[in-house]
C-alpha cells in the first residue's frame, strides 16, 4: 500500500507540474490512459482474458463516469493546490456509501453520518480559512469526488462477474478514445523534450498504483493497510511545498486531517 501511495503520489505531481506548463485537462487524461493501456492490453492478450467481458453495459457506464471524474480532477488542478485536490477528492466513499443507499439498498448506521459530516466539516473549514481555494476548482473536485462514488457502486454492481483487468482495460480505452478526441479541439500544448517523459509516465505510475493497491486488498489483512492509502494525501502535501511551492494555513490542515479522519473512523466502523 504503500508503494502505491508513493506511485499516485508521482503522478499527482507530474500532473499538476504539466497543468502549470499549460498542458490541457483532455491531453493529460489522453496521455494518462493510454500509457496505463501499454500495460492492461497485453495482460489480457496473454492471459487470453475475453477483452469485451460479461457486462458490457455496465462496464461502458463505469468507464464514462471514470473519464468524466477524472477529467474533472485534472481541470480541478488549475485552480486548487495539489494536496487539497487530492484530499477533497477522497469524499468519493461517503458520495458511494449514499449513492449505495439508493441502488445497491445498503444501509448507513446514524453514526455513520456522523463521520460523514465531519468530513465535511473539514471541507468547509479547508475552504473558508485557505484564501487560495478557487469556488470553481472547489466545484470541479467536488464533481469529481461524486463521480468517483458513482464508479465504485458500479463496481459494487459489476461484481465478480467481470475480470479486474478488463474493468480498468474498459475505463482506459473509453478515456482514451474521449480524451483524444476533445485533445483535438482543447490542444493547448505541444510536449517538447522532457515533457513526453512526464506525460508518457502517468501511465506507467497510475498502472503501478492501482496494481500495488489491489495486492495490498488481496493480502489477509486488508483491515490493517487500507487506512495507509491515505497517505497520499500527506505524501502529495509534502511534495506539493517541496517542489511547487504550495502553502498551507493551519486551519486548512485540520481541515484536511478532519477530512481524512471521518473517512477512515467509516471505513474502519464498516470494517467491523
Known amino acids: 500500500m504503500i508503494m502505491s501511495t508513493v506511485a499516485f503520489t508521482v503522478m499527482n505531481l507530474f500532473l499538476k507540474h504539466l497543468k502549470d506548463l499549460g498542458f490541457d485537462a483532455f491531453q493529460l ?61 477522497y469524499l468519493a466513499p461517503i458520495f458511494a456509501a449514499i449513492l ?18 465531519m468530513a465535511f466539516v473539514g471541507v468547509l473549514i479547508i475552504k473558508g480559512f485557505d484564501a487560495s481555494i478557487d469556488t470553481v476548482g472547489l466545484l470541479l473536485i467536488i464533481s469529481s469526488a461524486l463521480f468517483s462514488g458513482v464508479v465504485y457502486v458500479l463496481i459494487n454492481k459489476i461484481g465478480v462477474k467481470d475480470h479486474p483487468v478488463v474493468i480498468v482495460n474498459y475505463f482506459m480505452w473509453i478515456s482514451v478514445i474521449l480524451g483524444g478526441i476533445l485533445s483535438i479541439f482543447n490542444w493547448t500544448k505541444n510536449p517538447e523534450g522532457v515533457e513526453w517523459l512526464f506525460l508518457l509516465s502517468l501511465g506507467v505510475f497510475g498502472y503501478f498504483g492501482q ?16 487506512s495507509l492509502k491515505y497517505m497520499e494525501v500527506i ?10 511551492g ?23 466502523y464498516r470494517s467491523k
Open 235 to 244: 505524501f502529495t502535501m509534502i511534495v506539493g511545498v517541496l517542489w511547487l
Open 211 to 226: 496494481l500495488f493497491m489491489t495486492k495490498a486488498f488481496q493480502s489477509q489483512v486488508t483491515n490493517k493497510v487500507v
Open 100 to 117: 449505495a443507499v439508493f441502488f445497491l439498498k445498503e444501509r448507513v448506521k446514524p453514526i455513520q453520518w456522523l463521520f460523514f459530516l
Open 29 to 89: 487524461v489522453f496521455f494518462r490512459s493510454i500509457g496505463t493501456l501499454f500495460f492492461t492490453m497485453p495482460y489480457l492478450l496473454y492471459h487470453k482474458i475475453p477483452i469485451l467481458g460479461n457486462q458490457k453495459v455496465l462496464l461502458v457506464f463505469r468507464g464514462l463516469a471514470g473519464v468524466t471524474s477524472m477529467g474533472l480532477y485534472f481541470m480541478s488542478l488549475g485552480y486548487l493546490a495539489i494536496g487539497t485536490a487530492v484530499s477533497l477528492r
Open 246 to 268: 504550495d502553502v498551507y494555513p493551519l486551519l486548512s490542515v485540520l481541515g484536511t486531517v478532519l477530512v481524512i479522519a471521518g473517512l477512515v473512523l467509516n471505513m474502519f
